[in-house]
């Protein structure tokens, strides 16, 4: 018997939950957990404790107090819940983050109405990753009802600042040891990478911020001054002639996706320089003065076959070239993060775990493949010490910060029914 024979009850349980798991994700992307600058954290935490403590959870509120961010007017808070078994055994750990990013323009949706149309619920955070948090809870619930008597522990968490990183969330929990692996032995995280594919890990990112200099002078007498945008210019021509083809060249053995991502590639975020934007209702002209700084804000993101250092070194080299060929230039580099890449081995439990459970329900084998982006899987390893991790949750990654990101119902059902064949097949003994 195949394992959807022999577990049809469990499953038909799922099936009966389909207004719950909607309902369930429409209430949270109805919570505005905006990131920055961390609204309603708390909020969602009392809403999960209220839902998971009704389910039998034994739940921890917990404030990652003193991380990035964290203040009396935006505390940084967590939500750790755990459901032991009749005996002892491993523990399965489901962790989402509850923060969304900002909505942006081009929303034809309410972004925080939880919308349901044509099978699809949209908001902000619906793919990324609500919908994944709502799933997990479901299927949790659904594998308790259905065999009270399992052995070891589920967990499920809600934690902070994923999408600024993560320290005041998942990093902040495993230095406190909520990941040791003496505590928990497998982890998924539902993110959105799709109910047929497993993640098995991400790129590396590199943050930096860099400055130009100059020296102000009246605009009408330039010559009398040192345009730090000007300088700023000769930096981005030079990325342009140099480091993005250099990084085109670059392809990884790592399963990355969409395609474009298994090369290294690197984003402008942002520049400033001159006078600061005058608020809308200014209605004033700017005053004429030579910019003496620009910054710039850049987000590099590179394979596992590169080391930092040389990330960080082509970066600087390009810089003191200019330093030394072009006149008056000179800059700061200041780091803001770096992360390295993080893979997870496929012959890993939680990934044949996993791989079995999409073999019985969907009927095919899943595609292995790494993410673009760093998610919490780095601390998880990194600081946790916790290599039997994944992420695989219903979803669509490209929707991740898009107008209009919608979750699948009906992907969310597949993905409920794979993460409860999971737990059977780990805490069943």
Request: a negative charge; one cysteine or more.
């Amino acid at each position: 018997m195949t394992a959807p024979d022999q577990h049809a009850a469990l499953l038909a349980r799922i099936e009966d939950k389909r207004d719950d798991l909607i309902a369930l994700t429409q209430d949270l992307i109805r919570i505005p957990t905006l990131n920055p600058p961390g609204d309603c954290y708390r909020d969602i935490c009392d809403y999960l404790d209220r839902r998971l403590s009704a389910a039998g959870f034994t739940t921890q509120l917990i404030r990652a107090t003193g991380t990035p961010g964290d203040s009396d007017r935006y505390p940084r808070w967590n939500i750790v819940a755990r459901r032991d078994g009749k005996t002892a055994g491993e523990c399965v750990h489901f962790n989402s983050h509850t923060d969304v990013v900002e909505v942006g323009a081009g929303w034809t949706q309410d972004p925080f109405g939880g919308a349901l149309e044509g099978g699809r619920i949209y908001g902000r955070g619906a793919c990324d990753m609500k919908g994944g948090l709502a799933t997990s809870i479901i299927a949790a619930e659904a594998f308790i009802e259905e065999y009270p008597d399992f052995a070891g522990a589920i967990e499920i968490s809600g934690t902070a600042d994923e999408e600024s990183g993560g320290y005041g969330g998942v990093a902040y929990l495993a230095e406190q040891g909520y990941f040791d692996p003496a505590r928990v032995h497998h982890v998924i995280i539902p993110e959105p990478l799709g109910h047929d594919r497993i993640c098995l890990g991400h790129r590396g990112g590199w943050w930096a911020e860099i400055e130009t200099f100059g020296e102000i002078a009246h605009g009408s007498m330039p010559f009398l001054g040192d345009c730090a945008v000007r300088h700023m210019g000769a930096v981005l021509q030079a990325f342009e002639a140099e480091l993005y083809p250099a990084m085109a060249q670059r392809r990884t053995d790592m399963p990355v996706v969409p395609e474009g991502a298994r090369q290294s590639t690197m984003n402008i975020n942002s520049i400033h320089g001159g006078q600061a934007e005058q608020p809308a209702d200014f209605t004033g002209l700017p005053a004429h003065c030579v910019p003496d700084s620009c910054r710039i804000v850049i987000d590099r993101r590179f394979l596992v076959e590169e080391p930092l250092e040389a990330v960080r070194g082509e970066v600087t080299a390009l810089l003191d070239g200019l330093k030394a060929d072009r006149p008056n230039f000179d800059y700061a580099l200041r780091e803001l993060n770096a992360v390295l890449p993080s893979m997870t081995d496929k012959e890993a439990p939680v990934v044949q775990t996993v791989t079995a459970a999409i073999q019985d329900v969907l009927g095919r084998m899943p595609d292995y493949v790494a993410s673009p982006g760093t998610y919490d899987q780095k601390h998880i390893d990194r600081i946790g010490r916790l290599k039997n991790c994944i992420a695989y949750g219903p979803g669509i990654l490209e929707l991740a910060h898009k107008p209009d990101e919608y979750i699948d119902v009906c992907d969310m059902m597949d993905s409920a029914k794979v993460m409860a064949l999971s737990l059977t097949a780990t805490l069943l003994a």
